[in-house]
């Protein structure tokens, strides 16, 4: 006990997003190691949470006039393509893959691939993100990028979902990225075996047909199999724009969800990105399998995609969370909370299609329901993981402040957020990094996306 770390923040407001949603003013949290062991106002007694002395010694935050909320859960985005952020900005999805992501992943190496990923991993603390789903894939020679972007996650001190894309079927995906899915299989075993479970638990392996229009029936169930041998989740893009959905149907039938879950693929395990356009059908069988959909709004709303039918999926059942995505050009899940309610209003005509509380939960707990972490994550409760967030709330553009669930989500800002610790480590405090060198990283990222984008240029013909 002597050796254990500990953190006391004391006289913040707190939004624990427990069962109750208890926002307690004045609060203290103790943390001790990786664990929070007691919050409470601290007019109240610590309890036996820590004997006095320890507490004397503990590090001390002071959160006056600040937010203290759960670590927000990106859950999904595609980091190392913030090392193109901006390009194919005018494209539909379509377009947008053909002219700038396929031609910088067809050159990106594994040196490129860990500074997109460490510069999406940094972005994603300063803005208060303390667990991210990292989808991505590389050409088929540059199968050690996957390495990379894992050696990246860990040293910045995220939790991360690796969750490493595969393709099999040929036609509008670029021959350099088909793998034949035993060949997929082969790199899933491998990068399971080397990195799940790694940094204390932090890092895991998802896996990820990219879309099921690029995979075959054979890759579906070799992936099935996967998930059942090693209990891993499977993360994809569903249903993300109209004409993919009309692909699908001429190609099985039905709809996207209809034919994963046709496999067994569909349950508490199962990822559905996007899922803009679908059926009520598929909808009622992600809520019968207790699967997760992840609303991306900021990359629907720039590419056209459509309005998800969130309201209707929640009030259904459906486990929904929220990511950033890509294209975006911002990992801020601030940002993303509000862009999703205001989409629900203004879809709908109706001004409470969806509350403040509602987003903010689908940043939190659903997130974490969404990992698997329900008991760990997504709330500020004795016996639950330290991810946590001091957010400036003392601000001009958030006063004067009535409801404190409001302003975060429709006047606070990603600069807002100060400090952030994940597993009892302070990974950043006052908005100082402490696992990355962001100078140092400011300077690689210039280099090499110079680099990176002259051969995709180049590649592309220009």
């Known amino acids: 006990m002597g050796s254990a770390k500990r953190i006391i923040i004391e006289h913040g407001t707190a939004i624990t997003m427990n069962s109750n949603n208890d926002v307690i003013d004045d609060s203290r949290i103790v943390i001790e190691d990786d664990r929070i062991v007691s919050i409470g106002a601290c007019s109240e007694p610590v309890g036996n949470a820590l004997p006095a002395e320890e507490l004397e010694h503990a590090k001390t935050l002071n959160a006056r006039g600040k937010l203290i909320i759960p670590g927000l859960i990106n859950a999904h985005t595609h980091n190392i393509y913030y090392l193109m952020r901006g390009l194919g900005m005018e494209f539909e999805l379509l377009g947008w893959l053909k002219k700038a992501m396929w031609p910088c992943l067809s050159e990106m190496n594994a040196e490129e691939a860990y500074i997109g990923a460490l510069l999406g991993y940094a972005e994603n603390i300063k803005n208060g993100n303390t667990s991210v ?79 099921l229009l690029y995979s075959s029936e054979k890759a579906i169930e ?79 709303m720039l590419l056209a995609s459509g309005i998800a039918p969130v309201s209707k ?29 205001l989409l629900q209003r203004v879809g709908l005509l109706d001004p409470q299609a969806m509350s403040p509380s509602t987003v903010l939960k689908m940043a939190t707990r659903a997130g974490a329901q969404a990992l698997g972490l329900e008991g760990s994550l997504g709330s500020i409760e004795p016996g639950k993981l330290a991810d946590i967030v001091i957010i400036n709330s ?27 610790i994940i597993g009892g480590e302070v990974v950043m405090e006052n908005r100082v990094l402490k696992t990355i060198d962001e100078a140092g990283l400011i300077k690689e990222v210039k280099r090499v996306a110079r680099d990176l984008s002259a051969r995709a240029l180049s590649r592309l013909g220009g």
């Open 133 to 211: 789903m990292d989808n991505f894939y590389m050409s088929r020679r540059n199968k050690a990028n996957a390495d990379s972007i894992a050696e990246a996650a860990c040293k910045s001190g995220l939790r991360v979902g690796l969750v490493r894309g595969c393709h099999d079927v040929q036609g509008m995906i670029p021959l350099e990225f088909i793998e034949p899915p035993e060949e997929a299989a082969e790199e899933y075993e491998r990068l399971i075996a080397t990195w799940h479970g790694k940094n204390d638990g932090k890092i895991s392996v998802w896996l990820s047909p990219v879309n």
């Open 222 to 300: 070799t992936l099935k199999s996967l998930m059942d041998k090693h209990l891993v989740g499977l993360h994809t893009h569903v249903a993300e724009a109209k004409r993919e959905v009309e692909m699908i149907e001429e190609r099985f039938g039905m709809g996207y969800i209809e034919v994963l879950d046709r496999f067994g693929i569909v349950g508490s395990k199962f990822h559905a990105a996007h899922a803009v356009w679908l059926s009520d059908r598929e909808i009622d069988i992600l809520a019968e399998r207790g699967a997760t959909v992840i609303h991306n709004p900021a990359s629907n």
């Open 313 to 341: 999926m929640i009030a259904r059942g459906v486990n929904v969370a929220l990511g950033t995505d890509s294209p975006n050009n911002s990992q801020d899940m601030i940002e993303s909370m509000k862009l999703a309610m």
């Open 394 to 420: 003392d601000v001009i553009h958030n006063l004067p402040v009535y409801d404190h669930v409001t302003n975060l989500v429709l006047s606070g800002k990603c600069s807002d957020v100060e400090t952030v």
